[in-house]
């Protein structure tokens, strides 16, 4: 017990504490590797003075200190951070429903126009943007997501063809509730949209030429110029 003894003296009791204290850390079988690991609520629960307690602990810390044994705590590291949420859907795009509009083909920057006749089958082609009727066209709704383009001159509307492969050529006909004469707009970015024909899925689209009078069809959807469109409000 004689190392414990030292280590009590160095701690800085008086010899009258140290004969009260090594009483109670022998009956506790308390040696002096165990009393460097004991703390405050082991000391007190064995009997030791709270003043005599204090002195221990302390001198526990500072040698434990010069050693480089001093017991840190480690703080856990933080959690993970939350998995990213998903994006928010995309918003339909902005519409203007039942304005004039003039639909820009953006390869060539010329518009959609329907030939001058009035009658059913009177076919869509690009041409050169022009401020006369058959070049203009009115976007109505039909129901949520799905509508109808009017041809200004004639009243008559925008529809495909029935078939459902490539290169359907789109025309003039007098309004029916049918997919071929129903469109969808999705965003194609930049302020252009992609315009798809419910019956098909496919898009519209213009052959990648710049002449006036190229046919308007269906086709494929592509992430091209000549498959994507601008509405511009006259």
Known sequence: MQNMRRALERSGLTEEAIQR????????????????????????SIG????????ICHYITTESRSNGTETTTTTPPPPPPPPPTAPPPALPPILPIGQPVQIQVMHSNKGLAVHEGFGN????????LLDKPNHKFIIETVREGVYKIKVLHSGKYLAVHEGMGN??????????????????FDDAGNGCHYIS???????????????????????????TPNHKFKLLLC
């Open 121 to 128: 089958g009177v076919e869509c082609v690009q041409w050169d």
């Open 167 to 184: 290169d359907v050529v789109c025309v003039q006909w007098e309004f029916l509730d049918k997919p071929n004469h129903l469109f969808r």
């Open 21 to 44: 204290c090594m009483p109670k850390l022998e009956e506790a079988c308390v040696d002096e590797r165990s009393l460097r690991l004991a703390t405050k609520p082991d000391l007190l």
């Open 197 to 223: 024909p419910c019956h098909s899925g496919k898009s519209l689209a213009v052959n990648a030429i710049m002449e006036n009078g190229t046919k308007c069809i269906q086709w494929d959807r592509h992430d």
């Open 48 to 55: 030791i003075a709270l003043g005599d307690c204090l002195k």
